[in-house]
């Protein structure tokens, strides 16, 4: 079975306007309200794909009950866990470009996380594991490293999607496949990653801290694959970014999507590229129907 976390839940409210102005009202052109989050993208776009996950996480007030309701009129199974701090909005603003408002994250009392963890000790061996998105303050910052040591006595395969210090805490817990972009792999190490011989480099040195696999996404130039004994790059033809947000979300469920369905690495690789791709050229989460169009266009090779 596969299984989200999103510590911080969200609204994601898109707004689109002609031009944006400081100090200036502006009317908006259309709108669109989803339950967000990096874990819930991925339980999203796993069942337009037609897998099935259960998402966990914390979820409180109205903006928490929309989320619950959202998930449940879509049919993606969620155990969520109430607190009574309203989940937060994220504002996502359509513009000439793209700007991003992150809401102010809920306090999680230590008796929700104690649920939480005594719901991620109920997975099975061999079960998968998204962990993904930004920590709350009122949760350790090392909160999935001491996920994934639980995990890893159980034989849970660990996905995880994070940046920074919670990204380079946890890579000694061994996770199964970690998917930082070209930036996140960057400042792991302090250093800028601007071509694929880069990401193959510091991805490697990802998997020396613990990793077993690492897809690097690089925006309009493709992404990298690489474990200890491959390194592949897929390419794609430029087209005009649409949506940015749950992009790389697409990616990690694309690549479970293949893999649990017995697909090698390449292959799973090159579904993953093209659930991110096709999610990031549309104004909604990829589907079936294109990622198939879309796989054509995909060359891999091995660096």
């Known amino acids: 079975m596969i299984y989200t976390v999103t510590l911080n839940p969200s609204i994601d409210y898109h707004v689109w306007i002609e031009t944006m102005t400081e100090g200036a009202i502006h009317q908006a052109q259309k709108e669109w309200k989803a339950a967000g989050g990096k874990g819930i993208n991925v339980s999203k776009v796993l069942h337009n794909l037609g897998s099935a996950s259960v998402a966990l ?140 011989e880069d990401a193959v480099l510091y991805g490697r040195r990802a998997l020396e801290m613990g990793a077993s696999n690492a897809i690097v996404s690089m925006a309009g130039d493709g992404a990298v694959f690489v474990n200890r004994t491959t390194a592949l790059l897929a390419q794609f033809p430029r087209q005009q970014l649409v949506n940015s947000i749950g992009a790389g979300d697409s990616m990690v469920a694309g690549f479970l999507y293949a893999y649990t369905r017995g697909q090698g690495e390449k292959e799973a690789f090159r579904y993953a590229v093209a659930a991110g791709s096709t999610t990031a050229i549309s104004e909604g989460f990829c589907t079936p129907e294109k990622i198939q169009a879309f796989l054509p266009t995909i060359s891999i090779t091995e660096l």
């Open 57 to 196: 996480g914390f979820v409180g007030g109205f903006t928490g009950s929309f989320i619950r309701q959202q998930l449940e009129q879509e049919g993606i199974k969620h155990r969520f866990i109430p607190i009574s701090e309203d989940s937060r909005v994220n504002i996502k603003i359509k513009a000439e470009r793209e700007t991003d408002l992150s809401g102010v994250s809920p306090h999680i009392p230590k008796e929700a996380l104690k649920q939480l963890l005594d719901q991620l000790d109920q997975l099975e061996r061999n079960d998968f594991l998204v962990l993904a998105g930004s920590v709350p303050e009122s949760l350790p910052a090392d909160i999935y490293r001491l996920i994934m040591q639980r995990m890893n006595e159980i034989g849970v395969h660990v996905i995880l999607d994070a940046k920074g210090t919670a990204l380079g805490n946890a890579l000694a817990e061994k996770p199964f496949l970690i998917k930082p972009n070209h930036h996140e792999l960057g400042d792991l190490f302090g250093v800028s990653v601007t071509t694929p």
